[in-house]
Structure formats: structure tokens, C-alpha cells
């Protein structure tokens, strides 16, 4: 028996990477699986079903339940196509995964405009799309009178929180999906649907050529890059009974953040409307340094 017995999960992104360990792991613990996944480039062009029908075969010839969707998950028809196919052939849908993600680099004084819609469009209405479906799901199965034990997670990165040079339109659709997993809890909350963020650290295709870091494999042949090692906290957020709502969650290797987006460091008064001369008075010596990414991922115990 899995913790995720009866569950119904859709996973985008699911080819590769971070989403083919997630989907895998959630149907190694009794989840029946959607494998999402347009089969793109790393700059969103293209597609391939290859990828994610071979993890659906995988998944599969261990046992599980699994289906291919090849959805477009930031249109939002076809987002809605994809909550309705989970529902066609599982009969539910209780967990959602955004994972998908593009990449399209560039200095933001070069940046073009394609560039910049086309990642917003993925990482931002891609999570907002699938997501709209499903609180709609959801919540009319609540107002039916159903239970509803939902869970919805969501994809950030520290590039959103630190930002990171030539990824502009990456780093601030990043940092939006955390503004948006916090309506999705207010929103959903009252109909039984939680929402958290998990910012993954390991190597996939995106972060190639980031990272500069070698590979670090313990005795007992623990890697710390491999990026299964994040499934395990998503299938715990995708458990009926999770705790869990409206958090932000980092993790890496073995370690583990639990952040709060963004804390407030002082708190000024004065009498009526602030003044010119009051702000040079008191500001300068209250202004925060900006933490760089290096700066993040040493206060996260990168491994």
C-alpha cells in the first residue's frame, strides 16, 4: 500500500528532469499518473512524444497507472483538456504538479520581446492555466457536496527570489508563481484545495550550464544534484492528510528550506506624510543588501 493509493496526479513537464522523477515517484506510491509533457526544446520549440510516453512505459512496467498528454499547458483550452483527460481516465483529479518550464537567456537590454512572452507564457499562465481548471473541478465538486482533499504545487526557483543575470523574464515569472500559489490557497482553500511552492534544486536540462558546481556522490552513492532527490517533499504535498498550505519550500541534496517570502526587516514612523529630509535621515542606514544566488543557496546548506 502507497500513501498515494487512490490518488490522481498530473504532472507537466513530466519527460524529463524533475518531472519524470516526480511522476515516477508518485506512482511508486499508488498514484495513477497524467505524464504531461509537449516533448519541446530546452527554448520551447518543437515536440516529441517520445519522452513522456517512455515514462509512462516505465511507470507502467513497474505496476503503476499512467496516461501521455501531450497539452500545450499555457493554453488555456487545452489546460482545461488536460484536467478533463485526468478525470476521463482515472475518474478524479487530486493533485497538480506545474512543472513545466522553458528557457530563453538573454541580458535584459538585449532581450527581445518574443523572448520574454514566450518564458512568462510557460512558467506563469502555464501554472495559472492548469490551475484555473482544476480549482474549477474542484470546487464543483465541493459545492456537490464532495470531499475534496486537493493539492496544488507549484514551481519557483531561487533565481526568483535572488535573481539571476540575463534571466529577467525567467526569475520574475518565477517569483509571480508564489504570488499565485497564495490566491490558490485563499481561493481554494475553502473547498479543500491546498497550494504550496517548491523551488528544486538539481541538474536537469535547465539548469545545465548554470550550475558550475561538480557533481558531489557520498560513499553510499547519494548525489546531491540528482533531482529525484526533490520528489519525495512533492509526493508529501500531494498526501490527502499534508499540513502543508501556502508554504514556500526549498530544496536540495538533503537540504531542506522553509522560506517566508518577503519578511519585513524594519518598520518607520513619523508624524503626517514623510519629508524629503526625513527619508535621507533615517533610510540610508536602514536600506538591505540584496542576496545574491551564491549568497541563498549558502544560507540553504547547499550541499
Known amino acids: ?25 508518485l506512482a511508486e506510491q499508488g498514484a495513477a499518473v497524467i505524464v504531461n509533457d509537449l516533448g519541446s526544446r530546452l527554448s520551447g520549440e518543437g515536440s516529441d512524444p517520445t519522452p513522456a510516453q517512455g515514462v509512462v512505459d516505465e511507470i507502467r512496467a513497474a505496476g503503476g497507472r499512467a496516461e ?3 497539452h500545450d499547458v499555457a ?17 478524479d483529479l487530486h493533485v497538480l ?21 514566450a518564458v512568462i507564457r510557460v512558467h506563469l499562465k502555464g501554472h495559472a492555466a492548469t490551475t484555473r481548471h482544476a480549482l474549477t473541478y ?7 457536496g ?31 508563481v508564489v504570488a499565485l500559489s497564495r490566491v490558490t490557497a485563499l481561493e481554494g ?36 544534484l540528482d533531482p529525484a532527490n526533490v520528489s519525495p517533499l512533492i509526493g508529501w504535498l500531494a498526501e490527502a492528510g499534508c499540513p502543508a498550505q501556502s508554504q514556500v519550500f526549498h530544496i536540495t541534496g538533503s537540504a531542506l528550506v522553509v522560506s517566508s517570502m518577503p519578511p519585513i526587516v524594519h518598520r518607520l514612523t513619523t508624524q ?15 536600506l538591505v543588501e540584496p542576496a545574491s544566488i551564491e549568497d541563498w543557496f549558502e544560507g540553504a546548506g547547499r550541499q
Open 138 to 144: 474542484w470546487r464543483q465538486r465541493a459545492k456537490s
Open 97 to 117: 504538479v506545474n512543472n513545466a518550464g522553458i528557457l530563453r537567456d538573454r541580458a535584459l537590454f538585449n532581450m527581445e520581446e518574443s523572448e520574454w512572452d
Open 75 to 91: 493554453d488555456w483550452e487545452q489546460a482545461r483538456a488536460l484536467v478533463d483527460q485526468a478525470v476521463a481516465a482515472f475518474g
Open 1 to 25: 500500500m502507497g500513501r498515494l493509493d487512490g490518488r490522481v496526479a498530473i504532472v507537466t513537464g513530466a519527460g524529463r528532469g524533475l518531472g519524470r522523477c516526480h511522476a515516477r515517484f
Open 189 to 224: 482553500g475553502k473547498y479543500g484545495v491546498r497550494s504550496n511552492v517548491v523551488s528544486p534544486g538539481g541538474r536537469t536540462r535547465l539548469s545545465a550550464g548554470q550550475d558550475e558546481e561538480p557533481e558531489l556522490v557520498h560513499g553510499d552513492g547519494f548525489s546531491a
Open 146 to 176: 464532495r470531499e475534496v482533499k486537493a493539492s496544488v504545487v507549484h514551481t519557483s526557483s531561487v533565481a526568483g527570489y535572488a535573481g539571476n543575470f540575463g534571466q529577467a523574464n525567467y526569475s520574475s515569472a518565477k517569483l509571480a
Open 68 to 70: 501521455v498528454s501531450a
Open 272 to 286: 503626517g506624510r514623510w519629508t524629503l529630509e526625513d527619508l535621507d535621515q533615517h533610510l540610508p542606514a536602514m
